[in-house]
């Protein structure tokens, strides 16, 4: 039998967008949007699926280059439009579930731009994930954000 442990962290990652709060909020709501930054890549074998409502679930789910398969799946606890995300989430590789998190996810206007605060609150599972990988993959997730965002002008 292997040996079970948990680790119990929370971190917080925040970036600054030059885009309005409801600009930032539409890249996180809008599947298209969302899809282009934070599902599977375009050389990936996956899905995605975004049902954005409380209550609502999310699935990102691909192969990675060490050959597992990752799921990630959230569920939307509460959504206040431009200004605040709350889901859960859990994630997979192949059938091992590795985590359970919280996040929360607050959209703060500064100047003309956007204060993202991402924050995590995580169980992390029998050694198979650890927090530091965990925050390194969210920023490099909200820098994809970002560069979004910067392909995608504004609306009039």
Do not use: C
């Not at 309005?20 to 995605?48: C, H, I, L, N, Q």
């Not at 929360?104 to 924050?119: A, H, R, S």
């Amino acid at each position: 039998m292997n040996k079970r442990s948990v680790e119990h962290a929370t971190f917080v990652v925040e970036r600054t967008y030059e885009a309005a709060p409801a600009r930032v909020f539409a890249a996180w709501s809008d599947s298209a949007a969302k899809a282009r930054w934070f599902g599977p890549g375009e050389d990936e074998a996956g899905e995605y699926e975004l049902d954005f409502r409380v209550g609502g679930r999310e699935i990102n789910r691909g192969a990675r280059p060490d050959g597992g398969m990752y799921t990630y799946e959230a569920r939307y606890q509460d959504i206040v439009p431009d200004q605040r995300i709350v889901y859960t989430y859990d994630m997979h590789r192949d059938e091992t579930r590795i985590s359970v998190s919280l996040a929360t996810v607050v959209f703060t206007p500064e100047g003309d731009g956007t204060l993202l605060v991402y924050t995590e609150q995580g169980a992390f599972l029998d050694g198979e994930d650890k927090p530091e990988y965990r925050q390194q993959g969210t920023g490099s997730l909200l820098d994809a954000l970002g560069a979004e965002l910067q392909r995608q002008p504004a609306r009039a």
